[in-house]
């Protein structure tokens, strides 16, 4: 039973593997009794609130190799530890919407400590799921936010479950068309970001795809030469505070002709919401006041407020047009 007084760990054994095998091998043999640890920005509260009382923690930071940011031909691979600093600092000029997106992540300490990965695999910050609720999401039979306090929650995506992807940088990277490595005992793999995310539908009990014994290792992010990016948060409070509704955009110009346009909202779905209507309101055309109001009122088609949230309607559709006009000038 969670109790309220609650601010220490159950006892662990912490394991240092010295290379990614080693972490998978033990993430294999320990399966859910076990946690990886990065920056610990959000496993050290579960640990510590007891949300989740596994048996190791396994250390990703003693495996060389996963942290660097470099730059290979036509992309970026961001090292799965690098933080949200680093992350910011070494992508202002290729990739300045990832700059902004990582900057608006909590504080200056969380961002010296928190990996993108983490940022990335970050569990649920639903407030009945982190407090002394049962729901349907922590294994219970009941959504207490569809009846309860539910401003913060989605307006697009739930089934069940309301709660939203917290991440800031995930619709950023989802919009830049980034792709993620991943190793488990049956090797490498690379897949395309989106495919890292889960929804309720699919599993309630996780944000994301990756099994106790699969390690994020980095992500890669192609640059094109006439892209445009940028992301614009909306938070209650400008120093640290979770997204009420955030906009991702890239694209590429081509002779006044918009192309490749991917526009991704976050904090508005259990995962990052790409919104292809809004996106085929732009595509293929040009960047103008017309074509901008549309994609903005396209960006909320198909969404379904609770009864607190209807707000985050209205808050999108700015988003976008401002995300938008930010990318025409
Ligand atoms: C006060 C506060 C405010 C915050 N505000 C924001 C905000 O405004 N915007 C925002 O986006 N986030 C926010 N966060 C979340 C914060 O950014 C994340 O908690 C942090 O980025 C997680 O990174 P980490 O390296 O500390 O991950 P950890 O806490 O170490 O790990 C998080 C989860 O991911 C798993 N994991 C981590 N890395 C890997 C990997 N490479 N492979 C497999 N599994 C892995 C861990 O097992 C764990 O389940 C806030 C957090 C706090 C505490
Ligand atoms: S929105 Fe999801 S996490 Fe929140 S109470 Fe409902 S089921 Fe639980």
Redesign the pocket.
């Known amino acids: 039973m969670w109790n309220i007084s609650i601010d220490e760990p159950r006892p662990f054994e912490l394991l240092a593997p010295r290379t990614l095998e080693e972490a998978v091998e033990l993430g294999s043999r320990h399966g859910k009794d076990a946690?990886?640890?990065?920056?610990?920005?959000?496993?050290?509260?579960q640990l510590k609130h007891q949300w989740t009382a596994p048996h190791y923690v396994i250390n990703?930071k003693s495996i060389p190799g996963?942290k660097g940011i470099r730059s290979e031909g036509n992309a970026i691979t961001i090292g799965?530890?690098a933080t949200?600093t680093e992350v910011e600092r070494s992508t202002r000029n290729a990739l300045p919407g990832l700059a902004r997106a990582a900057s608006?992540?909590?504080?200056p300490q969380?961002r010296n400590?928190?990996?993108i990965?983490?940022?990335l695999?970050?569990?649920s910050r639903c407030p009945y799921y982190r407090g002394p609720w049962y729901c349907y999401r922590a294994g219970g039979i009941v959504c207490d936010a569809h009846h309860g306090i539910n401003q913060e929650h989605a307006i697009f995506g739930g089934n069940r479950c309301y709660t939203v992807s917290?991440?800031?940088?995930a619709p950023i990277l989802v919009a830049l068309g980034s792709e993620v490595t991943v190793v488990s005992p049956a090797g490498k793999r690379q897949i395309p970001i989106d495919g890292l995310f889960t929804t309720p539908e699919e599993n309630i009990t996780t944000m994301h795809r990756?099994g106790p014994n699969?390690?994020?290792?980095s992500i890669t992010i192609p640059l094109r030469s006439q892209q445009r990016s940028t992301f614009i948060k909306y938070?209650m409070r400008n120093s640290?505070?979770?997204?009420l509704a955030s906009a991702a955009v890239a694209l590429e110009m081509d002779g006044g002709i918009c192309r490749e346009c991917r526009i991704v909202l976050g904090g508005v779905a259990p995962a990052p919401w790409r919104s292809r209507l809004a996106e085929q309101e732009i595509e293929g055309k040009a960047l103008n006041a017309g074509n901008i109001e549309s994609a903005a009122r396209a960006a909320i088609a198909g969404a379904k407020p609770l009864q607190y949230n209807e707000y985050k309607l209205a808050l999108v559709k700015k988003l976008v047009r401002n995300a938008l006009l930010e990318l025409s000038a």
Do not use: K, M, Y
């Open positions: 946690a990886f640890l990065a920056g610990g920005c959000d496993l050290l509260d990703l996963l799965a530890l949200l608006r992540v909590a504080t969380i400590t928190g990996t990965g983490g940022n695999l970050q569990d917290p991440s800031d940088t990756l699969e390690v994020l290792t938070a640290w505070d979770f997204a």
